[in-house]
């Protein structure tokens, strides 16, 4: 029994996590960035980016909107093509659902997990007890559990820095 509560206590993380998502499925201000980097390169590929030869500069300024549209501080492309590189084939096998929220829910998983990650190892250094109430906690705040799918620089790092 105590195994089967300590398993319904971790799930709460990708459980709210994945609710935040789909209670508020579109992004904020500060994200527009990243999201539509992502979305660029999941709908014109990273070719013409990776070797703009000839013409395919011109046709990569064309279509690459967020290379037009820079923002007033230079940002980094790493996170935003990394997550497009891991959601690419599952937007393709969920064909019909909202691309934006596969990617976020990648990133909110992979958040969570890497929050799992954190907990057992608590479980590993302070017991069960102590590991479940960490959950617990973490999963009371909102702040966490609603920004961990989010495509902001924070949480592009945020599983990096939890393992």
């Known amino acids: 029994m105590r195994h ?7 799930a709460l993380i990708p459980t709210l996590i994945l609710f935040h998502l789909i209670c508020a ?21 990273v070719c013409d980016f990776i070797f703009p030869i000839g013409s395919g500069r011109l046709q990569l300024k064309d279509h ?7 923002g007033p501080v230079p940002r980094t492309f790493v996170g935003a093509l990394t997550l497009a590189g891991v959601s690419w084939p599952f937007t ?5 659902v909202n691309p934006q929220v596969v990617v976020r829910a990648i990133l909110g998983l992979w958040n969570g997990s890497c929050l799992l990650y954190y ?8 017991g069960r007890t102590t590991a479940n109430w960490f959950v ?18 924070n949480f592009f790092a945020f599983g990096l820095g939890t393992e």
Request: charged residues 15%; negative net charge; glycine residues 4%.
């Open 4 to 10: 089967l509560v300590d398993i319904l206590i971790a």
């Open 25 to 45: 499925p579109y992004t904020k201000v500060e994200e527009s960035f990243n999201i539509q980097a992502i979305h660029d390169l999941l709908t014109y590929g």
């Open 64 to 70: 690459y909107d967020h290379l037009t549209f820079t």
């Open 92 to 96: 393709k096998i969920l064909n019909g």
């Open 119 to 126: 907990r057992n190892g608590i479980e590993s250094s302070f």
């Open 136 to 153: 617990l906690f973490q999963t009371s705040v909102f702040h966490v559990m609603y920004y961990a799918s989010r495509t902001l620089p």
